[in-house]
């Protein structure tokens, strides 16, 4: 069973930094791809970037690349993001999620969400 629990949401200032955590707890960790999605109020759902269980594959949302870097930890069985250079538009709650074939979760589909995490990016 994958229970995944985001983490290290906040208020930051334009050009600022952030660095959200998703835990697995768990024992299947390993075995999955996993991604961060985000959904700003009044908007869908969309795609942010996803990682495959060995980390040895990565992608991007266009609008974020060069700023977010998604890594993971197996050992620790959490999945991170790590945000800079945030701006106004990448406010939103951030939502992990974990799915055994990374071609549907690079498409938003999956088994598997937390709950998500607020982050706030003030101009």
Aim: include cysteine.
């Amino acid at each position: 069973q994958v229970q995944l629990v985001e983490s290290g949401g906040g208020l930051v200032q334009a050009g600022g930094s952030l660095r959200l955590s998703c835990a697995d707890s768990g024992r299947s960790f390993s075995r999955y791809a996993m991604g961060w999605f985000r959904q700003a109020p009044g908007k869908e759902r969309e795609f942010v970037a996803t990682i495959s269980w060995t980390g040895g594959n990565t992608y991007y949302a266009d609008s974020v690349k060069g700023r977010f870097a998604i890594s993971r930890d197996n050992a620790k069985n959490t999945v991170y993001l790590q945000m800079n250079s945030l701006q106004p538009e990448d406010t939103a709650v951030y939502y992990c999620a974990a799915d055994a074939a990374h071609s549907r979760l690079r498409v938003g589909v999956s088994d598997y969400w937390g709950q998500g995490t607020q982050v706030t990016v003030s101009s």
